[in-house]
């Protein structure tokens, strides 16, 4: 069994900042690409940023140069540091993870969600 645990979501003002943090626990042979995802009220659940495990992040346009992933391997632990948040940056932020339970069993698995919201 496989568990992700995010933490770090909470209510900020406009220009402010929030870091997530998603830790895997669990039967973990190995770990693929982590992302962070989010979901609006009332729309579709979209790509904020990925780290796979060897290359370059990619981030979604609309949050280029204000949010950074960070991947802290020996920990099974992926960061969002969020900068500048926006209105729009307002959903629930989800963390993904494509996880080898063993040698042979290969599942993406989801965090509950954490709300951020930005108010003023």
């Known amino acids: 069994q496989v568990q992700l645990v995010e933490s770090g979501g909470g209510l900020v003002q406009p220009g402010g900042s929030l870091r997530l943090s998603c830790a895997a626990s669990?039967?973990?042979?190995?770990?693929?690409?982590m992302s962070w995802y989010r979901q609006a009220s009332g729309k579709q659940r979209e790509l904020v940023a990925t780290a796979p495990s060897g290359g370059r992040f990619r981030y979604a346009d609309s949050v280029k140069g204000r949010f950074t992933m960070s991947r802290d391997n020996a920990k099974n632990t992926v960061y969002l540091q969020m900068n500048n948040l926006k209105f729009e940056d307002t959903a629930v932020y989800y963390c993904?993870?494509?996880?080898?339970?063993?040698?042979?069993?290969?599942?993406?698995?989801w965090g509950q969600g954490t709300q951020v919201t930005v108010s003023s």
């Open positions: 669990g039967s973990i042979f190995s770990i693929n690409a």
């Open positions: 993904n993870a494509n996880i080898w339970s063993d040698s042979i069993t290969r599942n993406d698995y």
